[in-house]
């Protein structure tokens, strides 16, 4: 089982630019979420999706899109890179989007760095 | 705002010995609580998941405690081995929304 899949890996962009960091789940999960992780500053809760055409905010949406077109997919857009956007992401997934199963399933990261 | 502490120190230990973990939080009502773990370089992985009215849990070598009039949970790590070393991370969640402390790394030295 693949679980959940995060491409790039490794992403150097330039203020301005624009990119797509994917993920994708081969769980039929409801849930899927993406985060950031910064040093002393824990996993923050950006974006998150409760099934297919369902999306809302999470703590620091600004800055970043999403759409679930898709059970499997959740991609989440930087439409414009600033260099504060340098980060750690990582998309997760869970069975239920009523939270009642709680286990939430973590990609591998995509390390994103904004110069 | 919601917020959730962890040690910011790390932890160090002796191998064979408890390792405990402090998780506090304030403004929040969770669901549950749970507990994961996440190596350098890579995504936390789940260990354990605790329920706003249930005192305790035990999954092998570990043990979670949660006290909702405190809001403190306690992970405990018993017998520990240098292969628990790591960053563990507590994370609460209500609603839709799982909100995570910043974790506290653990060091077991043989």
């Known amino acids: 089982n693949a679980g959940v899949t995060q491409t790039p890996k490794f992403q150097v962009l330039k203020t301005g630019q624009s990119m797509t960091l994917q993920c994708a789940q081969d769980m039929n999960h409801e849930y899927m979420s993406w985060y950031r992780q910064d040093p002393g500053m824990g996993l923050r809760l950006i974006h998150y999706s409760v099934g297919a055409g369902i999306t809302d905010q999470g703590e620091v949406p600004n800055g970043y899109n999403v759409s679930r077109s898709t059970t499997e997919d959740f991609p989440l857009r930087l439409l414009s890179a600033a260099p504060s956007q340098t980060s750690v992401y990582f998309c997760?997934?869970?069975?239920?989007?009523?939270?009642?199963?709680?286990?939430?399933?973590f990609g591998e990261g995509s390390r994103l760095t904004v110069l | 705002s919601q917020k959730i502490e962890q040690n910011s120190e790390a932890l160090n230990i002796q191998e064979g010995k408890t390792a405990t973990l402090t998780c506090n939080y304030t403004n929040y009502s969770p669901a549950y609580l749970q507990w994961y773990r996440q190596d350098p370089g890579r995504g936390p992985v789940f260990l354990l998941l605790?329920?706003?009215?249930?005192k305790e849990k035990r999954k092998e070598r570990l043990k979670v405690t949660f006290d909702t009039t405190l809001k403190q949970s306690l992970f405990h790590i018993t017998a520990s081995q240098p292969a628990d070393s790591a960053t563990y991370l507590c994370a609460l969640t209500g609603g839709f929304k799982t909100i995570f402390g910043a974790g506290t790394r653990l060091f077991v030295k043989a």
């Open positions: 605790i329920r706003e009215n249930e």
């Open positions: 997760a997934s869970r069975l239920g989007a009523s939270g009642i199963d709680g286990e939430l399933f």
